[in-house]
């Protein structure tokens, strides 16, 4: 133990980070696979940057992260913060959920110490695998002082994301995180690291959210627009058990004239809040385009993307929020 270093803690969670296969040169392996002992080990000089050390919380491919082990996550993540011992905190992750981990974290994380995920595209045995260097990324920026209240970020490919922003652009390029309405926070290369500009939503202290005392999320579920959809889905969610429904609308926010009445009619005989996000790749979906929400109860996602509409949805209506209330969430968080 060094006591001059900074003292990271690295959870870890599994994905194609911590993934192996028979060969080095296949696209096939299995997500999960090895301890982060053997991670840490993997990473020249990361003992010269923080007195790091690894903690298993899970070890699946982030297909299967649930809000249970997010519950998990987050209420260690805040235990280790509050104690003076500890100064950041990396998060190893599959990328297929990651930008979903991290802004959950983001929104219930309660301190401004920095809290950094990382993952990989390819697997620990690949070719050029390139977690060891994200991971030595990842523990820099977490002991770094400038990287304190930014929120939770999301690092890989030597480029410093802001949780809420990001998003998987990509299902197989190393260059897969991008943030495409923002642009990144910052960029690190092998270690040094910079900032351009501030997260500009509310996040860890500031945020209304907290997990203390949660032991369950209320469901939400994401509804895919397309062209003729069929008018009786929202009705199979409601009858499943949804609380609140996001729809990956087309274009603005858009669904069929039938959705849009059937989603007035799920709140008003269920209570069932309905937020129109875009399945659109990126940009705004913004209140009264074409019509006028209020009309249907419905909730503009602004600039978050149907998973993490979802998220903030979950989150708003644990801690009993209402509708009047929601587009507001919306718009800040
Ligand atoms: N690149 C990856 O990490 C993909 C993997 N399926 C995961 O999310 O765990």
Same mark, same amino acid.
Do not use: C
């Given at each position: 133990?060094?006591?001059?270093?900074?003292?990271?803690?690295?959870l870890?969670?599994?994905?194609?980070?911590?993934?192996?296969?028979?060969?080095?040169?296949?696209?096939?392996?299995?997500?999960?696979?090895?301890?982060?002992?053997?991670?840490?080990?993997? &990473?020249?000089g990361?003992? +010269? %940057? =923080?007195?790091?050390s690894? *903690?298993?919380? !899970?070890?699946?491919?982030?297909?299967? $992260?649930? &809000?249970?082990?997010?519950? +998990? %996550? =987050?209420?260690?993540?805040? *235990?280790?913060? !509050?104690?003076?011992d500890?100064?950041? $905190?990396? &998060?190893?992750?599959?990328?297929?959920?990651?930008?979903?981990?991290?802004?959950?974290?983001?929104?219930?994380?309660?301190?401004?110490?920095? &809290?950094?995920?990382?993952?990989?595209?390819?697997?620990?045995?690949?070719?050029?695998?390139?977690?060891?260097?994200?991971?030595?990324?990842?523990?820099?920026?977490?002991?770094?002082?400038e990287?304190?209240?930014?929120?939770v970020?999301v690092?890989?490919?030597?480029?410093?994301?802001?949780?809420?922003?990001?998003?998987?652009?990509?299902?197989?390029n190393?260059?897969?995180?991008?943030?495409?309405?923002?642009?990144?926070?910052?960029?690190?290369?092998?270690?040094?690291?910079?900032?351009?500009?501030?997260?500009?939503?509310?996040?860890?202290?500031?945020?209304?959210?907290?997990?203390?005392?949660?032991?369950?999320?209320?469901?939400?579920d994401?509804?895919?627009a397309?062209?003729?959809?069929?008018?009786?889905?929202?009705?199979?969610?409601?009858?499943?058990?949804a609380?609140?429904?996001?729809?990956?609308?087309?274009?603005?926010?858009?669904?069929?004239?039938?959705?849009?009445?059937?989603?007035?009619?799920?709140?008003?005989?269920?209570?069932?809040?309905?937020?129109?996000?875009?399945?659109?790749?990126?940009?705004?979906?913004?209140?009264?385009?074409?019509?006028?929400?209020?009309?249907?109860?419905?909730?503009?996602?602004?600039?978050?993307?149907?998973?993490?509409?979802?998220?903030?949805?979950?989150?708003?209506?644990?801690?009993?929020?209402?509708?009047?209330?929601?587009?507001?969430?919306?718009?800040?968080?």
């Amino acid at each position: 133990q060094d006591t001059d270093l900074p003292n990271v803690k690295i959870l870890a969670t599994g994905g194609t980070i911590a993934g192996a296969a028979s060969s080095a040169t296949s696209g096939s392996y299995s997500a999960g696979q090895i301890g982060i002992q053997t991670m840490i080990n993997a &990473v020249p000089g990361i003992k +010269k %940057l =923080a007195d790091v050390s690894g *903690e298993q919380v !899970a070890n699946v491919g982030s297909q299967d $992260i649930t &809000v249970e082990i997010w519950l +998990k %996550l =987050a209420n260690r993540i805040n *235990e280790l913060l !509050a104690s003076d011992d500890v100064d950041g $905190i990396v &998060v190893t992750h599959g990328t297929d959920t990651q930008e979903e981990t991290a802004y959950f974290l983001s929104l219930v994380v309660k301190s401004d110490k920095p &809290v950094v995920t990382t993952g990989s595209m390819r697997s620990s045995t690949s070719i050029s695998a390139e977690g060891p260097l994200n991971l030595y990324n990842a523990v820099a920026i977490a002991s770094n002082p400038e990287a304190k209240g930014k929120g939770v970020m999301v690092s890989l490919n030597d480029q410093i994301h802001a949780a809420r922003d990001v998003s998987k652009m990509n299902t197989t390029n190393v260059n897969s995180f991008q943030s495409p309405i923002k642009g990144m926070l910052g960029g690190v290369f092998y270690g040094r690291l910079g900032f351009f500009r501030e997260p500009n939503t509310k996040f860890g202290n500031t945020s209304k959210f907290s997990i203390t005392g949660v032991k369950e999320l209320p469901r939400v579920d994401i509804i895919y627009a397309y062209a003729d959809m069929s008018p009786d889905l929202i009705d199979m969610h409601v009858k499943a058990g949804a609380k609140g429904i996001v729809i990956a609308g087309v274009g603005n926010g858009n669904m069929t004239d039938a959705i849009l009445k059937a989603a007035k009619k799920a709140y008003e005989d269920h209570g069932v809040i309905i937020v129109r996000s875009t399945r659109a790749a990126t940009g705004w979906v913004l209140r009264d385009n074409e019509f006028k929400d209020a009309d249907y109860h419905t909730i503009a996602s602004g600039d978050l993307n149907p998973a993490k509409a979802r998220i903030l949805l979950m989150l708003a209506l644990s801690k009993g929020e209402k509708l009047n209330d929601m587009q507001e969430l919306f718009y800040t968080y």
